[in-house]
């Protein structure tokens, strides 16, 4: 059976990478934002996940408006990283895990989750910039990784509550599935940030630190919180939060099960125009 | 029964919903069509006549050539979707995002530093926060932009 070992939770602001692969990581505005994932990346050689189901948000990239899937499943072998108008980022294809995907797929629409099933895509840094901060440089990625995408661009999204159950069809599609894998679920984007219009630049630490606090000791509770409280004290794109509770759905302790441990967490600003919150908590064996 | 829109009592923000979307399908479209690098050399070469093959409003073209982005967003535009122009024309998020304020860049750059934006008063209209429209725009970029006019 496939399991959930730990759940994984960070910001996927595009000037990360951006820093990265220009190679500013130790230019003092970039310097403490790295600092907080080093213990991650030394935590990722030691946890040695089989899979990735990695929850983002495309940003414009595979998909434009002529469709807006709400919940979307990458079933491909690969994925190409995207140019999003700047050129590619110089960073390793990603492997997909067709196989398990796709029971994903069947378990969780059969859950009466509708999800769309991708074929084939380019995955923005929605999903490539997570995979950098938690592995660094390497040439190939680590594993391979299931690219699932939410829509957070165009409004509604899907409610917090809904993506909460949605973690726990996610992790009863995984008590299904035969192989014995070591799945880490990984939900990315937020905290607190607006791209757009004269509020742009907001940003709301203490409710932040919150949010935090909620999504690791009460997590109904932080799916309780409704859209306009995300948009009033987040801003319009820290919204993306809501992607966190798929991941954090997906815990043990959210089906009866223990607690799960905090292994690290890390809050910073900025990052460009962002907050970048991180966390992992393991679930114990 | 009309959309229910309680995010419209924000200040500074206008929310990507259907009927934006719907307003600004073209636009948006056209910007998508900016992620192909060959795209992006045609609009560069010529951006009118690359425009005018899109069945955008005359006000959404104009918004584009200006590049202001409040424009753009008020005529249907979406941030992630403008990104694309930002990008073929070399700019950072940071240096978008800033352009909506009226501050410079620099300005825009230390706020973000000193912890960004603070919610307070900025959370209702009618607040007295700087994103309020009776305080905006903010900074000097806009000062700058009227003397040369």
Redesign the interface.
Same mark, same amino acid.
């Given at each position: 059976m496939a399991y959930v070992s730990a759940s994984v939770y960070t910001s996927h602001v595009p000037a990360i990478g951006a820093a990265l692969d220009q190679g500013k990581t130790q230019e003092p505005y970039w310097q403490p934002l790295f600092a907080g994932y080093e213990f991650s990346k030394q935590w990722m050689q030691e946890a040695k996940p089989d899979v990735i189901i990695l929850v983002y948000n495309d940003h414009a990239t595979a998909f434009s408006l002529q469709m807006i899937p709400t919940f979307a499943i990458g079933t491909a072998a690969e994925f190409r990283p995207a140019d999003e108008g700047w050129g590619p980022r110089p960073v390793p294809m990603v492997q997909g895990h067709p196989e398990l995907a796709s029971h994903i797929a069947q378990s969780v629409i059969l859950q009466d989750f509708d999800l769309t099933i991708v074929n084939e895509m380019d995955v923005d840094h929605g999903l490539t910039v997570p995979l950098s901060l938690m592995c660094g440089q390497p040439t190939a990625w680590p594993c391979p990784v299931i690219p699932f995408a939410v829509n957070v661009v165009q409004y509604p999204v899907p409610r917090g509550q809904r993506c909460f159950q949605l973690g726990q069809a996610i992790r009863r599609a995984l008590d299904e599935y035969d192989e014995d894998l070591n799945v880490q679920i990984w939900g990315t984007g937020g905290m607190t940030h607006q791209l757009q219009g004269p509020r742009a630049g907001l940003i709301n630490k203490q409710w932040d630190s919150k949010f935090l606090d909620k999504l690791i000791d009460d997590p109904e509770a932080a799916a309780a919180i409704p859209h306009i409280e995300y948009v009033r004290e987040a801003g319009s794109e820290g919204i993306e939060l809501v992607m966190w509770l798929i991941a954090r759905g997906a815990m043990s302790d959210v089906a009866g099960g223990s607690k799960p441990t905090v292994r690290h967490r890390f809050y910073h600003v900025p990052a460009s125009n962002t907050a970048v919150g991180h966390l992992i908590l393991e679930n114990g064996h | 029964m009309a959309l229910d829109k309680?995010?419209l009592d924000?200040?500074?923000?206008?929310?990507?919903? #259907?009927e934006q979307?719907r307003k600004g399908?073209h636009l948006?479209?056209f910007?998508?069509s =900016?992620?192909? %690098?060959a795209n /992006?050399e045609r609009f560069k070469a010529d951006e009118r006549a690359y425009l005018d093959e899109w069945p955008m409003t005359e006000e959404q073209k104009q918004a584009v050539l200006a590049r202001d =982005?409040?424009w753009c967003?008020r005529t249907g535009g979406?941030?992630?979707?403008l #990104?694309?122009i930002? &990008?073929?024309d070399g700019k950072?998020?940071?240096q978008? #995002?800033?352009s !909506?304020?009226?501050m410079t860049e620099e300005e825009?750059r230390e !706020?973000?530093?000193k912890?960004? /934006?603070?919610?307070e008063g900025? /959370?209702?209209l009618g607040e007295d926060g700087d %994103?309020q &429209?009776h305080r905006?725009?903010?900074g000097n970029s806009h000062h700058a932009q009227a003397k040369e006019m």
């Open positions: - | 309680p995010y924000i200040p500074g923000t206008i929310i990507f919903d #259907a979307s399908y948006n479209q910007c998508m =900016l992620i192909k %690098a /992006r =982005l409040n967003i979406n941030i992630y979707f #990104a694309k930002g &990008a073929t950072s998020f940071q978008m #995002a800033g !909506m304020t009226g825009y !706020m973000m530093i912890g960004g /934006r603070s919610p900025n /959370r209702y %994103a &429209a905006q725009p903010q």
